[in-house]
Every structure is written in C-alpha cells, then in structure tokens.
C-alpha cells in the first residue's frame, strides 16, 4: 500500500514538473502569444481609448446641460424703508435667505468652436490607433527576430555537436595510428586540440541558444517563465522560411503605412484645432433658464417660486493677440506634421527597397551555399581519406574539417538572415498576419 501511494505521490510530482516547463511553441503560435501578452500593445491601446472618450466627451458640450444650484446666505442687518410723512417704516427682507433651481444652459452659437474642437480630438484618438497598429508590426517584428535567432543557435549547437562527434572519432583513429607508429605526436596533438576546440564552440554555443531563448521568452511577454526558458524548444528554421518566404514580395504602398497615416491625423488634428480657436474670434451666444423657489419674497415672509430665461452674446474685443498666436501654433504643427509624413514616406521606400535588395542577395547566397557545403564535406572527407592513406598530414584534415563546420554555420546564418529580412519587409509593407 505505501509503495502505491509513493508512486501516485510520484507520478503528481512528475506532471507538476512537466506542466511547470515550457514545450516547443510553433512560430504561428508565437506571432499571436506576442501581439496578445504585449503590455506595450495594451498601453497604446488604452491612450486611444483615452482619446476617443475625450473626443466624446467635448462633442456633448454641444447640447443642452441641467444644473442644479442652491445658495444660502445670512445677513446681520436689514434694510429699512422710511416715509416720514406717513408715519410709515418698514424692514425689507430677513436675516435668513436662500434659493434652489435647476438650470438650463445650451450654448446656441459659436461659430464651430466645440465641434471642429471634438474633431481634432478625434483626429488624435486616430492618430493614437495608427501607433497601435505601428507598435503591432514592431511586436511582431521582435517576435519573429528573436524566434529565428533561436532556430539559428539551436541549429549551431546541433552542426557544433557533429563536428564534435567527428572530431572524436577522428581521435580515436589517429590514436590508433599513433600506438602502432603510422602517425606521430603531432598529428595526435592537433587532433585532441581539434576536439578542445570544438567542446569549447559548443559551450558558447549553447551559452548564445540559452540567451537566445530568455530573449524570445521576453519577446512573448512571458515573463514568468524567463527563468525556465531552457526547457521551451522552437521549429526548425525551414518551417520559418516556408512561412515567411511566399511572403516575400508583399506590396507596399506607403500611404496604408501606419507611421504615416498617424502624420496624416496628426495634421488633421491640428487643423482642426486652428478653426476652433479661430472661432473664439467670433461671438458666442448662450442660453439659460432656471425655474426654483427663493426666499424670502422680497418684504414679504414666504417663499416664492420664480422663473427665469437669459440670452447672452460674448466676444473678444481686445486680448493681445493671443486667440492669433494660439491658431498660428496649431497651423505650424500641421506644416511640421506635412513635412514630417514626407520624409517618413522617403524612408520608408528606401528602407523597403534595401530590404528587397538583402532579401534577393541572401536568396542567391542560399542557392551558392548548398554549393559551397556539399564541396566541404566532400573536401573533408577526402582530406581524411588521404590522412589515413599517408599522402598529407592531420593538420590538413582539420583545416578542411573547420571549413566544412563554417560552412554549414554560414549556410544556417544566411537562412536566419534571410528571415529576418522578410520579416523586416512584411514590418514595413501590409501584413496580412494583422488581420488573421
């Protein structure tokens, strides 16, 4: 019976481990984990809300608001009234007084002060979304940066573990070889540093694969399991390429880029604000009315219920200019936010044709490497061939095998470089992983 129960207490302990670790997460599950835990994304998201409630909130002041007011007052002396003729004299009012009324207010013209305000309020709410949906293609940009440089290290720890592999068993023949007198000492002694050499590649490379998955870890917005990053694992690098490649000539049309459609609201916003300080110039006509109970009614002791309605007109006559440098402010930020929107569009189309340009250059590298490998493999093998059979040295043989290692770290590196470019392109051109 104790044995069950330590084995069931095991088997918990076991699955509590298991579920406390991370697993291999797809690079399409990776893209949508980042662009959901994003802290960034949902900051910027809640300042465009901020703006559209503010908007909201000076386009009411365009209709009717009900106040309540209510006012007591007491005084010490009161006032007399005195005919000396008629022997008549009289106190006016008490020493308690006090009035309630809901009040009407409705401003009834201002020349489009309060709505081209709203609008330009409006206009920053979508400037503020247009950043939301730039910050969306910068969280999906380090998304997949970072999820390919992990593909990259574990590819390096794994070509690293061959060629360490290699080196062992090429130890072991050279030893050989050295115990029956074909191979001297220094063959030997470059093939145990062959083998140093390549444990301590594999210790950096390991040490760039554990870094590598903390970043993507972070990249994610996990941040409770940084800690236990080493257990998470990644696809394969050619899983990547085959998502990202078909990709790879997505259009671009600076006008849909959201840097630039955030200028253009911007420019908007500002505008706008220019008309509504402009009508300030103009007059303001309000009206009001209330309807409540006072006291005392003038001399007599009772109250009195009283109605009231106001029609009132307001404009500047003099106020030092201020009204015309506060609408130039505005008119000056819509020139700057003009101009700012032309030079992003200049970056923006030399920035995707440079990435155009690298996208097409690593393609051909990637077809020169397959090349470029398969020679050095073939080179090493030879060079091996021709150890064994006393035509060249094992220091020959290790040459061709650090070529052959560096090659194919080239070849993983370049596929990396290639990704990345493509991920960059699609940062910057309409992606279609936004609206999926």
């Known amino acids: 019976m104790r044995g069950i129960v330590l084995a069931i207490l095991a088997l918990f302990i076991c699955n509590v481990s298991v579920a406390d670790e991370m697993r291999l997460i797809p690079f399409k599950e990776a893209e949508k984990t980042a662009l959901k835990n994003s802290p960034q994304l949902i900051a910027q998201q809640y300042i465009a809300d901020s703006g559209y409630q503010q908007a909201s909130s000076e386009k009411m002041k365009r209709f ?3 106040q309540l007011g209510a006012q007591s007052s007491l005084t010490s002396k009161l006032g007399k009234i005195n005919i000396p003729t008629l022997g008549l004299s009289n106190t006016v009012g008490e020493h308690l007084n006090w009035n ?7 401003i009834v013209w201002d020349t489009g002060r309060i709505l081209n305000k709203a609008k330009s309020l409006r206009k920053a ?3 503020q979304t247009d950043t939301l949906d730039y910050d969306k293609r910068q969280v999906l940009l380090n998304a997949r940066t970072t999820y390919v440089g992990v593909q990259i290290a574990k590819e390096q720890v794994r070509l690293v573990k061959d060629a360490l592999a290699l080196a062992k068993s090429q130890y072991a023949v050279v030893l050989d070889r050295f115990k029956t007198g074909t191979s001297d000492k220094f063959d030997l002694t470059v093939a145990d540093q062959e083998v140093a050499e390549r444990i301590k590649d594999l210790e950096q490379a390991g040490g760039e694969l554990l870094v590598s998955k903390r970043a993507l870890v972070a990249a994610l917005a996990i941040e409770d399991k940084i800690e236990k990053a080493e257990t998470m694992d990644v696809e394969p690098i050619k899983t990547s390429l085959d998502i990202l490649t078909p990709r790879s000539n997505t259009a671009f049309d600076p006008k849909t880029h959201p840097q630039v459609k955030a200028l253009e609201n911007q420019k908007s916003s500002s505008e706008l604000a220019e008309k509504s300080i402009v009508a300030r110039y103009f007059p303001e006509i309000t009206l009001q009315g209330s309807a409540g109970y006072e006291y005392p009614n003038l001399g007599a002791d009772d109250v009195i219920q009283q109605n009231r309605a106001s029609l009132g007109l307001q404009m500047p006559i003099f106020e ?7 609408a130039k402010s505005q008119k000056y930020l819509a020139k700057s936010a003009d101009q700012q929107k032309r030079q992003t569009v200049i970056d923006l189309t030399r920035d995707v044709s440079e990435t155009r340009d690298w996208i097409e250059t690593f ?6 490497n397959v090349r470029a490998v398969k020679d050095a493999v073939e080179v090493a093998k030879l060079s091996f061939d021709s150890y064994k059979a006393g035509r060249i040295i094992f220091l020959d043989v290790q040459r061709a095998n650090v070529k052959e290692l560096s090659a194919k770290v080239d070849a993983a590196r370049n596929d990396g470089n290639l990704a990345a470019q493509i991920a960059k392109l699609l940062a910057l051109a309409e992606d279609v992983a936004l609206s999926e």
Do not use: H, V, Y
Request: charged content about 20%; glycine content about 4%.
């Open 64 to 66: 009717p608001s009900l």
């Open 363 to 368: 393609k051909r590298l990637q077809l020169a």
């Open 320 to 326: 030092w200019g201020s009204i015309w440098k506060d």
């Open 100 to 106: 309630i009324s809901p009040t009407l207010n409705f």
């Open 125 to 127: 709410a979508d400037a």
